[in-house]
């Protein structure tokens, strides 16, 4: 099970982190990624970190956002500062796995994110 928090309204450069809790999983052997859907539009994945700690981003959020993870605690966050507009949306927190050729995926239910100008 996947719980996200965090999320709220904020206005234009400001920051917010969100929080996932993980339960049920042996996290240290998931990727955890945020993904997101705005108003209107597909999920679109943000930001990933893999079970070394290996980290993407999408374009978009490069240099603001950062993707971080306690497997002691079995937490995923997101660090999102000089928040835009655009990116309003509501935010999901995905943990995956492939053992021995099978896909192992589970999903939050999500946290919005509103950045007003």
């Known amino acids: 099970q996947l719980v996200e928090s965090g999320g709220g309204s904020v206005q234009s450069g400001g920051s917010l982190r969100l929080s996932c809790e993980v339960s049920g999983l042996s996290l240290r052997h998931y990727a955890i990624a945020w993904y997101r859907q705005g108003p209107g539009k597909g999920r679109e994945g943000v930001s990933c970190?893999?079970?070394?700690?290996?980290?993407t981003h999408v374009d978009s959020v490069k240099g603001r956002f950062a993707i971080s993870r306690d497997n002691s605690k079995a937490m995923g966050y997101l660090q999102m500062n000089d928040l835009k507009p655009e990116d309003t949306a509501v935010y999901y927190c995905n943990a995956a796995n492939s053992v021995r050729g099978t896909w192992y995926e589970y999903w939050g239910q999500g946290t919005l994110v509103t950045v007003s100008s």
């Open positions: 970190i893999d079970g070394s700690s290996r980290t």
